[in-house]
């Protein structure tokens, strides 16, 4: 992150066009080159950016919460193997993550998301059990970002401490914390557990010591 303020703050991200450029070169190589990405996100010029700096592959500007996917929309999203969400939900419902599915149901892609404790995930996993798919939650909690305030760290804490959820060692220390919530067609839920697939995989955090309830 610290490498990445320096980038965006420096005196070059004041030129858009030297900026664009720059990124296109930093950006040129990817790890994984077989992998192609899909951004989305209703902010259109941010997700512009990232198709015209390589970041992304395509991407889907459409506010899912008030429209369906346009047809272009479809055609980026369709072939999906994955879908990812770090954050969101709460602020995005179930509602843009069914046509999220629907739009992609003939790859029945497989679906992680990363929901912030303070968010009931129980309307998304109730759609989800309807087009035949089997929610699990991981053990842990991973940390997402640091408070911006002690406003917002003092919001977050009333809202826990209102759902009956214990943030000692937890959300006092300053961060956002989330839980993985992993969705998977049912077939592949009962032939392939959870636990073999991430049996090397550990949240940063330990769940059993933090949390109280909810």
Not at 6 to 26: G, H, M, W
Request: glycine share 6%; net charge negative.
């Amino acid at each position: 992150m610290d490498e990445l303020y320096q980038i965006y703050e420096s005196a070059e991200a004041d030129d858009p066009v030297n900026l664009l450029q720059q990124d296109r070169d930093r950006y040129a190589n990817p790890v994984d080159a077989a992998l192609e990405m899909v951004g989305v996100d209703p902010a259109d010029r941010a997700v512009s950016y990232a198709v015209d700096a390589g970041l992304l592959d395509a991407g889907v500007a459409t506010n899912l919460e008030n429209s369906e996917p346009t047809a272009r929309d479809v055609a980026a999203i369709e072939n999906a193997d994955l879908i990812v969400s770090t954050g969101c939900v709460g602020y995005v419902t179930e509602i843009s993550l069914e046509r999220l599915l629907e739009a992609s149901l003939d790859s029945r892609p497989w679906m992680a998301h990363f929901v912030l404790r303070m968010f009931d995930f129980g309307a998304a996993e109730e759609m989800l059990s309807r087009h035949g798919y089997v929610t699990e939650k991981l053990e842990g909690l991973f940390p997402q970002r640091r408070f911006a305030s002690t406003e917002e760290r003092q919001h977050v804490l009333d809202n826990l401490s209102r759902l009956g959820i214990n943030a000692t060692g937890a959300e006092e220390t300053g961060w956002y914390l989330a839980e993985l919530h992993v969705a998977r067609p049912e077939e592949v839920a009962k032939s392939l557990p959870l636990s073999e697939i991430l049996n090397e995989q550990r949240p940063i955090i330990d769940q059993a010591a933090d949390v109280g309830g909810g």
